[in-house]
């Protein structure tokens, strides 16, 4: 499974759309990006999946690039809840071993 | 609610005692998985099982782990004579088979050995 990218933190104000960025350069054509967030203390949870095209669930949108060598997180109007370490994640298609990276601690400021 | 349980969400054990953790996964999912975390860092991978077949297990579990899934529901995660570096957060997670392996990840226990 090909290796992500993330910064290991950002800041949100209240309200204002969240992008997260995450970088995949060495994806191969069969790898789908997930995204999981991990709220403290909590057991990660599934936000959003894609392939190649474009997806928008009603947690987030995921936006990944033609040449699939990175891909955006977006939290359209992002609130304290969402205050958590988003994982970014490649997986091969049928593959089951999800390998977490440090992720992203976003921070959401009122 | 019909997600993915884990029980007990905390224990505090002594060094070279024996524990047992339980994972009930979402009913209709045939894959289960457990996942180790320690502060700051993300999940580790441990074993997946496929219904009650143990498919893979991951270096990090020594001899002292054991798991097992013996109906294809229900699964327990043993750690025989607990260390120190055993204290995380031992994560279960179920799937359904498909194209596609989105986990769902129950609360996980945390495990302190004094």
């Known amino acids: 499974d090909a290796k992500t990218t993330q910064p290991p933190s950002m800041d949100c104000a209240e309200g204002r759309a969240a992008n997260l960025p995450c970088n995949h350069s060495?994806?191969?054509?069969?790898?789908?990006v997930y995204w999981y967030r991990q709220i403290h203390s909590q057991g990660p949870q599934y936000i959003i999946h894609?392939?190649?095209n474009n997806e928008t669930n009603e947690m987030a949108s995921l936006i990944i690039t033609e040449d699939r060598k990175s891909s955006t997180l977006i939290l359209p109007h992002a609130t304290l809840r969402d205050t958590a370490v988003y994982y970014c994640?490649?997986?091969?298609?049928?593959?089951?071993?999800?390998?977490f990276g440090a992720g992203t601690r976003l921070f959401v400021k009122a | 609610d019909t997600g993915v349980s884990q029980d007990p969400r905390h224990k505090i054990t002594k060094r070279g005692q024996n524990v047992t953790f339980r994972c009930d996964p979402i009913?209709?999912?045939?894959?289960l998985y457990w996942y180790r975390q320690t502060l700051g860092q993300g999940p580790e991978f441990l074993t997946y099982?496929?219904?009650?077949?143990?498919?893979?297990k991951s270096r990090l579990l020594s001899d002292r782990f054991s798991a097992e899934r013996p109906k294809g529901s229900f699964s327990t995660l043993e750690i025989q004579r607990t260390e120190q570096g055993d204290s995380a957060m031992y994560l279960c997670?179920?799937?359904?088979?498909?194209?596609?392996?989105?986990?769902?990840f129950g609360p996980g226990t945390r495990l302190t050995v004094l």
């Open positions: 997670a179920s799937s359904s088979l498909g194209p596609t392996d989105t986990q769902y």
């Open positions: 994640i490649v997986k091969r298609d049928g593959g089951f071993k999800t390998i």
């Open positions: 060495t994806i191969s054509g069969n790898e789908y």
């Open positions: 894609g392939l190649k």
């Open positions: 009913s209709e999912h045939n894959r």
């Open positions: 099982f496929q219904n009650e077949a143990q498919l893979e």
